[in-house]
């Protein structure tokens, strides 16, 4: 246990559809992350937060749309996916971004049809 | 940009045998070079990192080593359990992005009982 939650752990969605994804820390951290892990792939950093706000938006189409309401809690809204979408999206955090170390969530297997 | 390559893609041995898993990094800014392993179902944990102003470390089986010059890094581990099975992970950070590591391709590791 890491103490980075992620909900829910499996979605099936199809191309039309509008989910989200939910990311929980209990470290007390100040930095979040979104990543992708697709198989055969090293894994993409797609969003930064610190604080709040966002310090990285690493060229992620606009289908995926981060909320960080606080320093806690990390969304990803997802709407008109694609099925070369599907993958691990994972959840991190640091204590803030100039700390190394990041604490990864178990992750969500996305599956888009 | 940096771009780290990692191998072998899979690795076999038998229980007690040790196992070596080797990167390569491109940008010789790069001075921070964690290890990650990921179970099954799980998101990727930090097990042992090495930062380029030391040239060893080690953690009871577990050992990292890395070579500037070269621009390599290899993660050693000895006397292996069938818990050691899992995909393992090798990242660098540039001195000048404190947050952004950049992923190896990963390790899928199978010790044999």
């Known amino acids: 246990e890491t103490g980075v939650t992620q909900t829910p752990r499996h979605l099936v969605m199809g191309m039309t559809n509008k989910k989200s994804l939910k990311c929980e820390q209990h470290?007390?951290?100040?930095?979040m992350y979104w990543y992708k892990q697709s198989a055969k792939k090293p894994l993409e950093l797609m969003f930064v937060?610190?604080?709040?706000?966002?310090?990285e938006n690493n060229s992620v189409p606009s289908r995926f749309s981060p909320e960080c309401p606080n320093s806690s809690h990390l969304f990803l809204h997802l709407h008109t996916l694609q099925p070369e979408d599907s993958a691990l999206y994972l959840c991190?955090?640091?204590?803030?971004?100039?700390?190394?170390?990041?604490?990864f969530g178990p992750g969500t297997r996305l599956l888009v049809l | 940009g940096e771009n780290v390559e990692q191998h072998p893609s899979t690795l076999s041995v038998q229980e007690g045998d040790s196992a070596v898993i080797k990167c390569t990094y491109s940008d010789s800014a790069s001075n921070y070079f964690p290890w990650y392993k990921q179970e099954l179902g799980k998101g990727p944990q930090l097990i042992i990192d090495?930062?380029?102003?030391?040239g060893e470390k080690k953690d009871q089986r577990i050992a990292v080593t890395l070579n500037k010059t070269a621009k390599h890094f290899s993660l050693h581990i000895t006397e292996t359990q069938p818990e050691d099975s899992a995909v393992y992970f090798c990242a660098a950070r540039k001195a000048d992005s404190s947050y952004k590591l950049i992923f190896g391709s990963g390790t899928r590791l199978l010790v044999r009982p």
């Open positions: 991190a955090s640091s204590q803030d971004t100039g700390k190394e170390t990041q604490y």
């Open positions: 937060y610190s604080l709040e706000e966002r310090v």
């Open positions: 090495i930062r380029s102003n030391v």
């Open positions: 470290l007390g951290h100040n930095a």
